[in-house]
């Protein structure tokens, strides 16, 4: 079994002299915006998101963490900082993480090869709690014919 840490500001953009978290109500938002720049600035987003996702993951490799294999379980949990946003609009940015993982590579060696079911085998998420301090999602991973510790 394998962990990664990904804290919660990863996920989040300037905007307007703002920090906004880039959840699925974000993402939505964004696509609606006129004359067709709303993929544009989704793509934007996506780029800067997984940016720092391939940094934290290629930092880890460096550490000593290994690719993922095929038929890989994922399990995360996630700490939010209060409980102004669903779980279901926080799950939207596996796209994100699988998405970096596939980008993160040190000396020839990628994270994740793909992120199809040949590797991965199920994603099972869990809110875990509020951490004002340190809001995250821990991701751990093992082969599919492995079991998850409680």
């Known amino acids: 079994m394998a962990k990664l840490i990904i804290p919660l500001t990863a996920f989040m953009i300037p905007k307007h002299g703002k920090l906004v978290k880039v959840t699925l109500n974000e993402w ?4 609606g915006v006129k004359n067709g720049m709303g993929r544009h600035i989704a793509a934007g987003y ?4 997984q940016s720092k996702i391939v940094a934290i993951v290629d930092q880890a490799m460096v550490d000593g963490l290994g690719p993922i294999d095929k038929n ?6 996630w700490y939010f900082p209060n409980r102004r946003t669903d779980l279901d609009n926080w799950t939207f940015t596996h796209k994100f993480i699988l998405d970096g993982f596939q980008e993160a590579s040190v000396r020839g060696k990628v994270f994740l090869p793909n992120d199809n079911l040949t590797y991965v085998a ?4 869990d809110f875990r709690g509020i951490d ?6 821990e991701i751990d991973w093992s082969n599919k014919n492995e079991e998850f510790e409680s």
């Open 46 to 49: 996506k780029k800067r998101i």
């Open 122 to 125: 199920s994603l099972h998420d």
């Open 72 to 77: 890989t379980k994922f399990q995360l949990d």
């Open 132 to 137: 004002k301090d340190n809001p995250r999602v």
């Open 28 to 31: 939505i938002n964004v696509h």
